[in-house]
C-alpha cells in the first residue's frame, strides 16, 4: 500500500534554529498538506499546496512557516526561527483531491 | 467556532463490547471522514461518508450522518484490545478546496 514517508522521525532544535521538515507524499496525489499536533490537543490545519502553490492555510501558518516542492517528489515545511511553542508532531498528508487523506506517522519537533 | 467536536471525551469499555462516538460540527460539508490515531503515532483513515450519504459500513465500523443535526456517530462492533486508540472525526467544509478539520478525539479503552 503507498505511504507518505515524513523525515526525521525526530527533531531536537534549538530556539531561534531553522528546521526543515521532509516529506515524501504519495506519487499521483495532486494535493499535499501540513497540520499539527501539539501534545494532548488536537490535530490543527496548517496549509494545502496544490499546482505548485499554497491554496489555503491557517493563522497558525504565518511568516515563520512556508512550504515548497523542490523536485517533484519531496515536500518540505520550514520553519524559519523556532519557539518554544512550535513543539509539536507535524504531520504531513497528500490526497487526490476530494477523498480520504494519507497521513505519514509525523515528525516530532521539539524547541528547547 | 470549533468544527467538529467529539463526545465523550474519554470511553472505557469491556472487550466485546460495542463502542460509539459521536461528533457534531457547525458549518456545512462536503464530508465527514473518521480517523484513528494510536498513541504517539499518525492518524489511519477509517472510513469516509460524503454529504448525500446517511449510513456507511466497514467491517466491524459503522458510520451515520444526519445532515440536517449536523452530526455523525461512529460504532466499532464487537471491540478488541487492539481498537485501544484516539479516534477523530475530520469534516471538509463545503467552503474548502480539500482541507479538513479535525475535532478533539475520543480516546477509546478497551479493557480485556
Known amino acids: 500500500e503507498p505511504e507518505v514517508t515524513q523525515t526525521p522521525s525526530h527533531q531536537v532544535t534549538q530556539m531561534g534554529q531553522e528546521v526543515i521538515l521532509r516529506c515524501v507524499p504519495i506519487?499521483?496525489?495532486?494535493?499535499f498538506y501540513w497540520y499539527r499536533q501539539i501534545l494532548g490537543q488536537k490535530v490543527e490545519f496548517l496549509v494545502s499546496?496544490?499546482?505548485?502553490?499554497?491554496?489555503?492555510k491557517s493563522e497558525i501558518f504565518d511568516d515563520q512557516f512556508s512550504v515548497e516542492r523542490p523536485d517533484g517528489s519531496n515536500f518540505t515545511l520550514k520553519i524559519r526561527s523556532t519557539k518554544l511553542e512550535d513543539s509539536a508532531m507535524y504531520f504531513c498528508?497528500?490526497?487526490?483531491?476530494?477523498?480520504?487523506?494519507?497521513f505519514g506517522s509525523g515528525t516530532r519537533l521539539t524547541v528547547v | 467556532s470549533q468544527q467538529g467536536e467529539e463526545d465523550p471525551q474519554a470511553l472505557s469499555i469491556q472487550e466485546g463490547e460495542n463502542a460509539t462516538m459521536n461528533c457534531s460540527y457547525k458549518?456545512?460539508?462536503?464530508?465527514l471522514q473518521w480517523y484513528r490515531q494510536n498513541s504517539g503515532r499518525g492518524l489511519v483513515h477509517l472510513i469516509l461518508?460524503?454529504?448525500?450519504?446517511r449510513e456507511k459500513h466497514s467491517g466491524r465500523l459503522r458510520v451515520t450522518l444526519d445532515t440536517s443535526k449536523k452530526s455523525s456517530s461512529l460504532l466499532i462492533t464487537a471491540s478488541r484490545a487492539a481498537d485501544t486508540a484516539s479516534y477523530f472525526c475530520?469534516?471538509?467544509?463545503?467552503?474548502?478546496?480539500?482541507?479538513?478539520?479535525f475535532g478533539s478525539g475520543t480516546r477509546l479503552s478497551i479493557r480485556p
Open positions: 475530520a469534516t471538509r467544509p463545503g467552503s474548502s478546496a480539500s482541507k479538513i478539520i
Open positions: 499546496f496544490y499546482n505548485n502553490e499554497i491554496s489555503e
Open positions: 461518508i460524503r454529504s448525500n450519504e
Open positions: 506519487s499521483n496525489h495532486l494535493y
Open positions: 458549518t456545512s460539508i462536503n464530508n
Open positions: 498528508a497528500s490526497s487526490s483531491g476530494t477523498d480520504s487523506y494519507t
